[in-house]
């Protein structure tokens, strides 16, 4: 499989956001890889997004990943407690990205090690509510895949964190409202979430 190079992300949002569903995500870590399938996206445009941390290109210290290359991890804090992994699109100084909201490993080994990273024993203990809730939210993924602001601004065409292009073309692709942007004004209504 291939790595996705930063052509791919620096296009439209909404499109990359779609067709990001069903990619691998791949996470290194002491050089063993830890290999998702992508289940949910959502897109955020800073140019007339009220629910993008740049909306109206607002640069801060928090932002300034977002104005990155295409390619770029922007990794984030919410709640004071939850990492989320966005993958910045558009060109240089657009500031956009897509929000990785959900996935699922690829194998039972992948399953294995994600659970000891998240809950500390593995998936074979885990409860019938943790399984089914297993790396569904951008803080469950995160934390599955020890990812927090230290690797905020990684390229994503490393051997750190990367995704490779699976093949697959999901037809379902489900979309709906974002979720968790009460604040944003009439950008609570954009239909830009996608998942599978």
């Given at each position: 499989?291939?790595?996705?190079?930063?052509?791919?992300?620096?296009?439209?949002?909404?499109?990359?956001?779609?067709?990001?569903?069903?990619?691998?995500?791949?996470?290194?870590?002491?050089?063993?890889?830890?290999?998702?399938?992508?289940?949910?996206?959502?897109?955020?445009?800073?140019?007339?997004?009220?629910?993008?941390?740049?909306?109206?290109?607002?640069?801060?210290?928090?932002?300034?990943?977002?104005f990155a290359?295409?390619?770029?991890?922007y990794?984030?804090?919410?709640?004071?407690?939850?990492?989320?992994l966005?993958?910045?699109?558009?060109?240089?100084?657009?500031p956009?990205?897509?929000?990785?909201?959900?996935?699922?490993?690829?194998?039972?080994?992948?399953?294995?090690?994600?659970?000891?990273?998240?809950?500390?024993?593995?998936?074979?203990?885990?409860?019938?509510?943790?399984?089914?809730?297993?790396?569904?939210?951008?803080?469950?993924?995160?934390?599955?895949?020890?990812?927090?602001?230290?690797?905020n601004?990684?390229?994503?065409?490393?051997?750190?964190?990367?995704?490779?292009?699976?093949?697959?073309?999901?037809?379902?692709?489900?979309?709906?409202?974002?979720?968790?942007?009460?604040?944003a004004?009439?950008?609570?209504?954009?239909?830009?979430?996608?998942?599978?």
């Open positions: 499989m291939e790595k996705l190079n930063p052509d791919f992300y620096s296009r439209d949002t909404l499109t990359v956001a779609r067709e990001l569903l069903g990619k691998h995500l791949v996470r290194v870590m002491n050089g063993v890889p830890l290999t998702l399938r992508i289940t949910e996206t959502e897109a955020y445009i800073g140019r007339l997004d009220k629910a993008c941390h740049a909306y109206g290109y607002k640069r801060t210290k928090r932002t300034e990943t977002l290359p295409p390619g770029t991890a990794i984030y804090l919410i709640y004071g407690m939850y990492h989320c966005n993958f910045v699109t558009e060109p240089e100084n657009e956009a990205a897509v929000l990785i909201r959900a996935g699922e490993p690829i194998s039972s080994a992948d399953a294995e090690a994600i659970a000891n990273i998240r809950f500390g024993y593995p998936a074979d203990r885990m409860s019938p509510y943790q399984r089914k809730n297993f790396l569904n939210g951008p803080g469950k993924l995160c934390k599955g895949l020890s990812l927090t602001k230290e690797q601004g990684l390229s994503l065409t490393g051997d750190t964190l990367y995704v490779l292009e699976s093949g697959e073309r999901p037809r379902n692709i489900q979309v709906s409202k974002r979720i968790g942007i009460d604040y004004q009439e950008a609570v209504d954009f239909p830009w979430r996608f998942y599978l």
